[in-house]
């Protein structure tokens, strides 16, 4: 797995050796952290430099802003989810915390499936708030299959589960999706992910207008697509077919691109 397709996490705690074994602990769970910051102008800094998908922040750290402080300046450029780490549990902190909108408030000293569980609840909470929601959409059923969180997106990124953490791919990395039974695989140019989701249900859940379904079993980025003709398409040196039911929906594709 490349780093650019790991979750990226920075880390703001200031007592060292936690923050070592926290990183560590990460690491080994495939995630990759961009750094470790002791104080709040430090872990802006990283940010306004970095790529971050997720902060896992203290509240009592070192400098002139405490964890709360720091995750205002931060969320401030721009919208991250946030785990706080932390032993205060006083109501007055809670309060100031609640105020930033955190994804998790997850107590010291942690267990780290309970910190796994956070950090997949912030991912798959803050995508549900960034995805625009169709004007007719339906309201979603309470009871939805735990499946179904097994893709989520964020803008142009989606994260695919895989195992118990979620990888990032770049939509336009996307060639296409292969459909078998209850699984998709997606395929992008580096490898392959498989989902156990079914392909019509990723088209429905996700908004993504380049990818078009050409048959029953197939989906294809329409920006990757060589050449075509009235049986099949060709990506590269794969050749798949082009279902008649599927070819005017295909064909209509080209014209808003």
């Not at 397709?5 to 952290?33: K, Q, T």
């Not at 893709?151 to 990124?157: A, F, K, R, V």
């Amino acid at each position: 797995m490349t780093i650019d397709e790991r979750i990226h996490i920075l880390i703001v705690e200031d007592e060292g050796i936690l923050a070592m074994e926290l990183s560590d602990s990460l690491e080994a769970d495939g995630y990759f952290v961009v750094g470790i910051a002791n104080n709040g102008r430090k872990a802006l800094d990283l940010c306004q430099r970095q790529r971050v998908d997720l902060l896992l922040c203290d509240i009592t750290i070192k400098g002139d802003w405490d964890g709360i402080e720091t995750v205002k300046h931060i969320t401030a450029e721009r919208p991250i989810p946030v785990i706080y780490l932390t032993a205060l549990t006083d109501r007055e902190t809670l309060e100031r915390a609640k105020q930033t909108y955190p994804a998790a408030y997850v107590h010291k000293p942690y267990q780290l499936n309970s910190l796994r569980t956070a950090i997949e609840l912030a991912i798959h909470n803050f995508s549900l708030r960034t995805k625009p929601v169709p004007a007719t959409a339906a309201v979603p059923e309470r009871n939805t299959s735990r499946d179904k969180e097994t893709i989520l997106q964020i803008e142009d990124h989606l994260f695919v589960k895989q195992n118990y953490q979620f990888v990032k791919i770049n939509v336009t990395e996307l060639l296409y999706l292969e459909a078998d039974n209850v699984y998709t695989t997606l395929v992008t140019t580096n490898r392959k992910y498989v989902v156990r989701q079914t392909l019509s249900g990723i088209l429905e859940r996700m908004n993504l207008p380049s990818l078009v379904r050409i048959h029953r079993s197939y989906a294809v980025n329409i920006h990757k697509v060589d050449s075509f003709n009235d049986a099949e398409l060709s990506i590269g040196t794969q050749l798949l077919p082009l279902s008649r039911s599927y070819k005017e929906d295909f064909l209509q594709r080209f014209n808003h691109y």
